[in-house]
């Protein structure tokens, strides 16, 4: 779903790709902005929670988290949120490594500050593949 996600942010942001070896954002942004994106498939109201993949580097401006319908593969919602909010939040990972940090599908990402909800413009993203 990675890659699908990229797809949709790049779509949703007039953007480019990163080349295959860039280790800390995956799209730049029309407007310049370096943009990692996480993604997760989930049980649209499940209780329980799953990681995102760690963050290995901040080197970037907003991460789009989106979490598509595990059954659907509709966008169930795609928030951006600064690198320094996440910061704040993120939790260490150090068996991964030691600047890893991970964050979960429950983390209050609306609560923290600069975050956008972009849900829209990614359904809008995945209606223009149609």
């Given amino acids: ?6 797809y ?29 994106v996480k993604s997760r498939l989930v ?15 901040w ?5 789009v988290f989106v979490t598509f319908d ?5 966008v169930l919602q795609a928030l951006e949120v600064p690198s320094a909010s996440i910061q704040g939040v993120a939790a260490a990972v150090p068996h991964v490594g030691a600047t890893a940090a ?3 599908t429950k983390t ?5 500050d600069g975050t956008v ?3 829209q413009n990614l359904r809008a993203a995945l209606d223009h593949l149609d």
Avoid: H, N
Avoid at 108 to 112: G, K, M, R
């Fill in 102 to 104: 991970r964050v979960q």
């Fill in 8 to 36: 949709l942010v790049r779509i949703a942001y007039e953007g480019e790709l990163a080349p295959p070896s860039e280790k800390s954002w995956d799209v730049r942004a029309g407007d310049g902005r370096k943009i990692q």
């Fill in 43 to 57: 049980v649209a109201d499940a209780r329980g929670t799953q990681q995102y993949s760690p963050f290995r580097s």
């Fill in 117 to 119: 909800d972009v849900t």
């Fill in 59 to 63: 080197d970037f401006d907003v991460c």
């Fill in 70 to 74: 595990a059954f659907s593969y509709g």
């Fill in 1 to 6: 779903m990675g890659d699908i996600a990229e």
């Fill in 108 to 112: 209050p990402f609306l609560a923290l």
